[in-house]
């Protein structure tokens, strides 16, 4: 089973947009996906509350008897963890022994980057030589801003790698309040944000 952990200590930073979003591309692929809400506020779990039964089916998950232990439904392929903010240190250490990817989602704001940084080096030193399996995907990207421009500094000052980077757009609200993804829908006014999604959607397949 493949396993990805979508995982930055600040909320509001597109974690659970990243999440369902990647749900809803395994899904659209025919994979068995579940999708784990790590998150007290449990907003992924209330995506796929919404999500229509006719969309491609994504399972939620599963606790042990005893409350802790994640258990995917049987026969799930790809799962994919929304983790809460501020998740670090024993419990940090306890999700990365499941997953074989993380995705770190950054917005274009110096407070974001300040605050995604110190969790950055602690996932590097967490990690030590599986941090190739780390990729950054810019959120609510406008190119032509400088916060763009200072966002790509930052990354690369980093020893990690970067994907790709996701526009601002109602695109993604509109869709959530359905149960829906990027990749639930077709039409035209999609294409140019699953372009967006090419390079994350290539390394996710890899």
Not at 124 to 146: F, N, P, Q, W, Y
Not at 170 to 192: I, P
Request: proline content about 5%; charged content about 25%; cysteine-free.
């Amino acid at each position: 089973m493949t396993t990805v952990l979508v995982a930055n200590p600040k909320g509001g930073v597109g974690k659970t947009t990243l999440s369902t979003n990647i749900a809803s591309y395994w899904a659209s692929r025919g994979r068995q996906v579940m999708l784990g809400d790590l998150d007290k506020q449990e907003s992924s779990a209330l995506w796929l509350s919404l999500r229509p039964a006719t969309a491609a089916p994504i399972q939620a998950w599963r606790r042990s008897s005893d409350g802790k232990v994640l258990r995917p439904p049987p026969g799930t392929t790809h799962a994919v963890l929304d983790s809460p903010a501020g998740l670090h240190g024993k419990r940090l250490r306890e999700v990365l022994e499941q997953v074989q990817k993380v995705v770190v989602p950054i917005q274009p704001s110096i407070f974001d980057i300040y605050a995604t940084r110190d969790f950055l080096h602690e996932l590097v030193g967490e990690l030590g030589k599986r941090k190739a399996i780390v990729r950054l995907v810019g959120m609510r990207v406008d190119s032509r801003t400088v916060a763009a421009e200072r966002l790509q500094e930052f990354i690369a000052m980093l020893d990690l790698n970067w994907v790709t980077n996701l526009r601002d757009t109602q695109l993604y609200v509109q869709l959530a309040a359905q149960g829906l993804g990027l990749f639930d829908v077709q039409g035209e006014r999609y294409e140019r944000d699953r372009a967006q999604w090419a390079p994350l959607a290539a390394w996710l397949d890899a």
